[in-house]
């Protein structure tokens, strides 16, 4: 089961950049990296999958290197609504699902 | 609006009973995932099923079961309720090719269960 270790929290200003990187040294290769972000007593919202390279989407960025042992999750010109939990998910098909800790992300105005 | 719905919002109920959290998928979801949200624990996958059939198994307690019927919906019970039983309860449903879990999950409002 491939375990994943990000930031505990993290906090950052309206406007700026945010990367939030994950490590997840022992992944398999069938595995997929997913990222959601969860507001306080909503369910978490799926955000944006890859397995290689790089992925964009309307919300997000993330960024994988060849060895897959990490990923890093950007998010352009963040705003006070992104604060949230953000949780990095390495999937394997018929496995159980490990959300972890997240990363606590307190935007500031 | 994620499509997927759960009953009932709010729970409260005393210690030793039994409830059961109810989940209707997004329309054309076969796989069903049921989560357990504490404070101090963060999210838990219980379990997953597939079209009727239990597809991957998490941190379940043995006090805990769940089931999908054929119309896709799916039931969380649980019996003997303890104070730490007290969390929010989420249903999450995918399209999930052949059962794989590695798809975009969609997650419900959650149940908020209260044990007294």
């Known amino acids: 089961l491939a375990k994943t270790t990000q930031p505990i929290s993290m906090d950052s200003y309206e406007g700026q950049e945010v990367n939030i990187t994950c490590s997840h040294n022992n992944i398999a290769t069938n595995d997929y990296i997913t990222w959601y972000q969860q507001f306080p007593s909503q369910g978490p919202r799926f955000i944006i999958q890859?397995?290689?390279t790089k992925v964009t989407n309307e919300v997000a960025s993330l960024f994988i290197p060849a060895d897959r042992k990490s990923s890093t999750l950007s998010l352009p010109r963040v705003s006070l609504s992104d604060t949230a939990v953000y949780y990095c998910l390495v999937v394997r098909r018929d496995d159980k699902i490990i959300f972890g800790k997240g990363t606590r992300l307190h935007i500031l105005p | 609006d994620s499509g997927v719905t759960q009953t009932p919002k709010h729970l409260i109920t005393a210690t030793g009973q039994r409830v059961t959290l109810r989940c209707s998928p997004r329309s054309g979801d076969l796989s069903v995932y049921w989560y357990q949200q504490s404070l101090d624990q963060g999210l838990q996958f219980l379990i997953q099923?597939?079209?009727?059939?239990?597809?991957a198994k998490g941190n379940i307690l043995e006090r805990f079961s769940a089931q999908q019927f054929p119309d896709l919906h799916s039931e969380l019970n649980l019996s003997s309720l303890e104070l730490g039983d007290s969390a929010l309860y989420f249903c999450?449903?995918?399209?999930?090719?052949?059962?794989?879990?590695?798809?975009?999950?969609?997650f419900g409002p959650g149940t908020r269960l209260t044990v007294l």
């Open positions: 890859g397995y290689k």
């Open positions: 099923y597939y079209n009727g059939e239990e597809r």
């Open positions: 999450a449903s995918s399209v999930a090719v052949q059962g794989a879990n590695n798809n975009e999950q969609f």
